[in-house]
DNA sequence: CGTCGTGGTTGAAAGGTTTCACGTCGCGAG
DNA sequence: CTCGCGACGTGAAACCTTTCAACCACGACG
């Protein structure tokens, strides 16, 4: 048989004992050149390796997998793979996982719990050795079953309150803080907060940020209005634009609070479209700072977070967990900063 | 032992043979609890149910896979995960996948070839059962011996000029040409193509699509100039609009063709950041027509393709792929189409 | 001329699951 | 009472890899 027989006889994938056969060794050896190649004679590791391009051979990770007990991958299950915020903090773990010379699989849970749950299952049946998620509800019990059953697992840009996990987030009341803060300095004094459902911490976080820095400024209580949302999508930003445009004109807001950017957009979208004057008419803070935001249709202000440090961080946290037996769980926290641009500054 | 004890014990995970000793059953029983849940009594399934719960039990997966041959996994090894273009590609498989009761795995390649490599073979020897790629370089023969060596691929995005895979692609030489016709339609005679580099087919298929269409409209060949950029980001579109700017003004064009929106972006906000205005003194047409186009500073004119039906069609050939034994590869194309927005209309 | 490394290779065991041919038990029919 | 049958349950084999103690040949050394 040459090197030009097919590389899939018979429907079975060629095994090392397939190679082993061919190149007239033994199993063992054909192990030795895959993982210690020093430990056999030139001329035996030749013939093996010709035998395993001649058959094809792709090794069963599998099988690999189940005598190691390790995978050598990461996985991250993200919240939102359309939103760029999640796809910079993804790239910040590709990168560190990368340097480690391991795998990351990326999962999308698409802010649905049914999903989400369906993934963790499979990564912790696959025996991944590490997730970093950012989950749906960070207080979901299934996550600490996930670390007592063995799989170590760090969140991401998202709050706990227990101290069972690593977590690197980013001070979301104080994001909320500077927002309004810059609000007020701008001299408004009726403002809308538009973001939900109230259910994600974030949403709560920076709301609280917002509302303590709004009476911290002497203000009412009662011109610090929510509109809440159903989602962190554009379409829910455009949404809150309409319901912002009908409400009675002595109680609209004259700037707003975006809980996200994409939000944000959706809205600064809607309010162009409509005519009015960003941010003359109505000034807008976003949140993320995503590479969009500023070249949005008004540049927006917005409330930057380390993304890929986020990522990054993250990743090495866990690196840690998986590797050093004395690890500590640890909660990092980042500092946001105020972005400001157009749409608030005129 | 109660409920209480520790789910795992000595640092072993629990296995079908630990919960066949709890609830003193033989394995062969464990197994059929899991798989053929109505062949074993009421009675004794409660009891292994039990005693799965008890320790903790997950089920490891590689040797699952093993034993099976098949994964129950997709893989979608991605171009560029940053690129909100790819990620609505990614969301369309994924709703494809879970109808089909699979997981997916996104990895990202990030452009790179060594990178997409390093997923590619870790995903062959994971025995995925079938890949979803945009490639670096359709014309890699890795590509076709993966292929060959039993894995199933479908390429999504990019043509391929032999038959032996199946792909879904959107006409890009059809999506270059409706630019142009717009623009000429608009009276524009100089007109500048962004985008690089010339190895991406993509990137060279509009131009000639473009190039043709130009032609067709009896203008000067060395009226459609080629600005050259280093990669398809919004960084290079902003240096591609420095560049732009700094030729003398009789050659300058009137209109300019971004091989992507994250390009037509960057250099649409480099434009307007210097005072210019689009469309009067300088229109832009994007590609894509991501969400962001139409939020832009100018909202963008794009040639927009149907991004979630790509993929969720990629994703159903590919399962016809895996599961019918007289698969035959389709090349399927889509129709781009032009959406014109305010950054060509004025 | 025995003995002792030593570099190179071997073969069996282990790892967790599924499958399948085969027992066992109880019960109704003959 | 016996036979047969259905419902349940069993245990061994197979999937593919890695590891490790043992083995072999052979040159060096005493």
Chains 1, 2 share one sequence.
Not at 103 to 113: A, I, K, M, V
Not at 304 to 322: F, H, K, M, W, Y
Request: with cysteine; net charge negative.
């Amino acid at each position: 048989m040459s090197s030009s027989s097919p590389p899939v006889r018979n429907g079975r994938r060629p095994s090392v004992k397939d190679v082993a056969e061919r190149a007239q060794v033994s199993l063992g050896t054909v192990s030795n050149v895959l993982n210690r190649p020093d430990r056999v004679s030139a001329g035996t590791r030749e013939r093996v390796e010709r035998a395993m391009v001649d058959l094809g051979f792709v090794l069963n990770e599998s099988a690999r997998q189940l005598r190691m007990g390790r995978s050598n991958t990461f996985a991250y299950v993200m919240l939102d793979a359309t939103n760029p915020f999640f796809t910079d903090v993804a790239r910040g773990i590709e990168l560190a996982a990368e340097k480690a010379d391991l795998s990351l699989f990326l999962c999308n849970s698409d802010g649905r719990s049914a999903r989400e749950h369906a993934h963790l299952a499979h990564l912790q049946q696959q025996r991944v050795d590490g997730i970093l998620i950012t989950p749906v509800d960070p207080e979901a019990p299934e996550l600490a079953r996930i670390i007592a059953q063995g799989t170590p697992l760090v969140i991401v840009d998202r709050a706990t309150t227990t101290g069972t996990f690593c977590s690197v987030t980013v001070d979301d009341r104080l994001g909320g803080r500077v927002a309004i803060e810059h609000l007020v300095d701008r001299g408004h004094t009726r403002v809308a907060y538009v973001g939900g459902p109230v259910a994600i911490g974030q949403v709560r976080e920076r709301w609280e940020g917002a509302r303590a820095a709004w009476s911290d400024a002497g203000l009412a209580e009662s011109d610090l209005v929510h509109v809440e949302t159903e989602t962190l999508s554009v379409e829910e930003g455009r949404v809150a634009g309409e319901r912002i445009a009908g409400l009675p004109r002595r109680s609209r807001p004259s700037a707003v609070f975006c809980a996200n950017d994409l939000v944000a957009l959706g809205l600064l979208q809607q309010v162009v479209s409509t005519g009015q004057k960003v941010p003359e008419d109505l000034a807008i803070v976003g949140y993320d700072d995503i590479a969009f935001a500023a070249s949005a249709a008004v540049p927006l202000t917005s409330v930057r977070q380390p993304r890929q440090s986020l990522g990054r961080t993250a990743a090495e946290l866990l690196i840690d967990e998986v590797n050093n037996p004395e690890h500590l769980h640890q909660q990092v926290e980042f500092t946001p900063e105020l972005i400001a641009r157009t749409s608030t500054l005129g």
